[in-house]
């Protein structure tokens, strides 16, 4: 459980007691903290004994009288302000007026807690200000994690990016230099090399716009009647070239129609993530099968290759952002590592999931499902 520190400063000796008296084995509970936080009370006399156990301790909460002997609550509130620690002060008293709860809280108090007052008003004082401290830790947290998820992105990127670059730059040095002049052949074929690459980026970073859109919530959706089996048929005609370039064959199964109340973009995304890398990670004379179901309100997409397949923990991996698998056998195979994420992101936008099963030098199979109850009501409403 986790403890939270509160130095109470009064001269009153009753009154240091009491507050020690009313907060002794005091939890405090809500909803909107993580764990119940355990009270520890400590005092203070004078002003200047309360800046010495805060030198050596800050508390979390400062329950500060304003009138003491020696230095007063102000001078000692102007002090502990200069230091910037994590620390909530509640001046407590009962001759503050106007100027002095103005300056107060100029100089940092955090709330006023007046003179006499019962043992539920102070443990609701100190409950509110202990919901304060956790919200601000959790959003110091949040924009911690923020700065981190940044420099993975941006680091991920820059090396996603720097391989074709480098590449594009030596092959159009070549070009430049003249070295290709009487070799018209090895020349086009660095052009189309070149092209590839160009080719790769463009798509990484349609990915990364996608990706962006979906998680912050910006992407615009048109919700209409889509045809699943439509859009899979326009998928398998794409990648049909590439395919039959490698003796690859495309099956479509399904029993009827297969309709959903959706954006057809977005099922256009996961479907062309999937079929394509079927094609991708196949072998050479392999077989894609492309298997579209519904039952009740759930679509079922299923995705099956006799390709290059991948072992148990690679495929723990696979639907992270920028995670490629990379071996011998996916080496010349280009990415963006974004593909799949896309497509798990998407599906959970229609209540649904994606899965994944394979065997190395067997073949993957991947099973998607989308459910319209809820954009069916979303949109009719």
């Known amino acids: ?16 007691m009491g507050v020690q008296r009313a907060l002794r084995n005091f939890t405090i509970e809500a909803a909107d903290l993580e764990e119940p936080v355990a009270v520890e009370v400590d005092a203070a006399e004078t002003g200047e004994q309360a800046l010495e156990k805060i030198e050596i301790a800050p508390p979390h909460i400062l329950l500060l009288d304003l009138k003491l002997p020696g230095i007063s609550g102000l001078d000692v509130l102007e002090e502990i302000c200069a230091k910037k620690l994590e ?13 002095t709860a103005v300056r107060a809280t100029k100089q940092g ?16 004082t100190v409950t509110k200000a202990a919901r304060q401290l956790m919200v601000v830790r959790q959003a110091r947290r949040l924009a911690e994690e923020k700065r981190q998820v940044r420099f993975q992105f941006i680091s991920v990127l820059a090396h996603e990016l720097k391989a074709p670059i480098n590449a594009v730059e030596g092959y159009l040095n070549l070009i430049s230099a003249g070295t290709l002049d009487d070799n018209p052949e090895m020349r086009n074929d660095i052009v189309k090399r070149c092209t590839r690459r160009i080719t790769g980026m463009r798509k990484m970073i ?14 615009k959706r048109e919700i209409e009647h889509v045809d699943v089996i439509e859009i899979a048929g326009h998928s398998i005609e794409t990648m049909t070239p590439d395919a039959q370039a490698r003796e690859i064959t495309i099956d479509l199964h399904t029993d009827g129609p297969v309709n959903i109340q959706g954006d057809l973009g977005e099922v256009e995304i996961i479907m062309n993530n999937f079929v394509s890398n079927a094609v991708k990670y196949n072998r050479d004379g392999g077989h894609v099968d492309v298997t579209i179901s519904k039952k009740g309100d759930e679509v079922s997409i299923e995705v099956k290759d006799t390709g290059i397949g991948m072992s148990e923990e690679e495929a723990s991996k696979l639907f992270r952002d920028f995670v490629r698998i990379k071996n011998d056998k996916t080496s010349g195979i280009l990415g963006s590592g974004l593909g799949l994420s896309i497509a798990r992101k998407l599906a959970e936008l229609y209540n649904g999931s994606v899965q994944v099963k394979s ?21 009719s409403d």
């Not at 459980?1 to 240091?16: A, I, N, P, S, T």
């Not at 043992?119 to 609701?124: H, I, R």
């Not at 190395?360 to 979303?378: A, I």
């Open 1 to 16: 459980m986790e403890k939270l520190r509160l130095l109470v400063c009064d001269d009153e000796m009753g009154m240091r």
């Open 87 to 99: 620390m909530l002060t509640v001046m407590i008293t009962a001759y503050a007026s106007i100027e």
């Open 109 to 124: 108090a955090y709330d006023f807690l007046a003179k006499p007052f019962t043992p539920a008003e102070l443990k609701n």
């Open 206 to 219: 349609g990915d990364l716009l996608d990706l962006t859109r979906i998680e912050s919530g910006k992407k």
């Open 359 to 379: 065997e190395p030098d067997v073949g993957s199979v991947f099973t998607v499902t989308l459910r319209d109850s809820e954009l069916e009501r979303e949109s």
